[in-house]
């Protein structure tokens, strides 16, 4: 049983994520990359799963959001765990049987490493995802990967969203693509949503097969 994708009319196209997969989710400034990657979280941690979210930043705020509340809490689950770090060089000390990890920046915490270095931390990542059934989600920026450093990472990934958000002539246009998926298919075609700060739809009327 993988995690859920608890957004309306994108469960329809991909219902889960699956278990022990390595997954990229990319985008420029829009938040609903953030909001999805938290989305994702929150549905691994109600499944009752271990949740670790790795980020560069605002520590003290993420605890806060991901805190349970009396009518949120599942007993069988351990509070999302948030972790701060500056840089980071290996995530083997985050993998464990069936355990979610979220890393926000990725891109950002990679920074310093060279391809090489980048590919051998991804390749480990791969192989433990696969070996005790974590499922990992990667929040990348677009460009800030140097053009070796993305190739790595797109080739060693088992699937990937990438989110965009476009002025158009109704103003701002937000889609979704998804490149990469781990059982062949080839899903790259314009996926449109709604984003409200709060919520995230699939706008059927408009998407584009």
Same mark, same amino acid.
């Given at each position: 049983?993988?995690?859920?994708?608890?957004?309306?009319?994108?469960?329809?196209?991909? $219902?889960?994520?699956?278990?022990?997969?390595?997954?990229?989710?990319?985008?420029?400034?829009?938040?609903?990359?953030?909001?999805?990657?938290?989305?994702?979280?929150?549905?691994?941690?109600?499944?009752?799963?271990?949740?670790?979210?790795?980020?560069?930043?605002?520590?003290?705020?993420?605890? &806060?959001?991901?805190?349970?509340?009396?009518?949120?809490?599942?007993?069988?689950?351990? $509070?999302?765990?948030?972790?701060?770090?500056?840089?980071?060089?290996?995530? &083997?000390?985050?993998?464990?049987?069936?355990?979610?990890?979220?890393?926000?920046?990725?891109?950002?915490?990679?920074?310093?490493?060279?391809?090489?270095?980048?590919?051998?931390?991804?390749?480990?990542?791969?192989?433990?995802?696969?070996?005790?059934?974590?499922?990992?989600?990667?929040?990348?920026?677009?460009?800030?990967?140097?053009?070796?450093?993305?190739?790595?990472?797109?080739?060693?990934?088992?699937?990937?969203?990438?989110?965009?958000?476009? &002025?158009?002539?109704?103003?701002?246009?937000?889609?979704?693509?998804?490149?990469?998926?781990?059982?062949?298919?080839?899903?790259?075609?314009?996926?449109?949503?709604?984003?409200?700060?709060?919520?995230?739809?699939?706008?059927?009327?408009?998407?584009?097969?």
């Amino acid at each position: 049983m993988g995690i859920p994708v608890e957004v309306p009319g994108l469960d329809t196209i991909i $219902p889960e994520i699956p278990d022990g997969q390595l997954i990229v989710v990319e985008s420029g400034t829009d938040p609903a990359k953030n909001y999805f990657i938290r989305t994702l979280c929150l549905a691994a941690y109600r499944q009752g799963r271990p949740v670790t979210f790795v980020t560069s930043r605002d520590r003290e705020e993420l605890a &806060e959001t991901f805190r349970p509340t009396p009518s949120t809490a599942v007993p069988t689950a351990t $509070p999302i765990q948030v972790v701060e770090r500056d840089s980071i060089s290996s995530l &083997e000390e985050f993998i464990g049987q069936d355990r979610t990890l979220a890393v926000d920046s990725f891109s950002f915490l990679t920074l310093d490493l060279p391809p090489n270095h980048l590919a051998a931390l991804l390749r480990n990542l791969h192989a433990m995802c696969h070996g005790h059934g974590t499922t990992a989600l990667l929040a990348t920026d677009r460009g800030m990967f140097d053009p070796r450093g993305e190739a790595v990472t797109v080739h060693l990934a088992d699937g990937m969203f990438q989110f965009h958000a476009k &002025e158009g002539p109704e103003g701002l246009m937000r889609f979704l693509r998804i490149p990469k998926w781990m059982d062949g298919r080839f899903v790259d075609r314009n996926i449109y949503y709604d984003y409200d700060g709060q919520r995230m739809a699939i706008d059927l009327r408009r998407r584009v097969i």
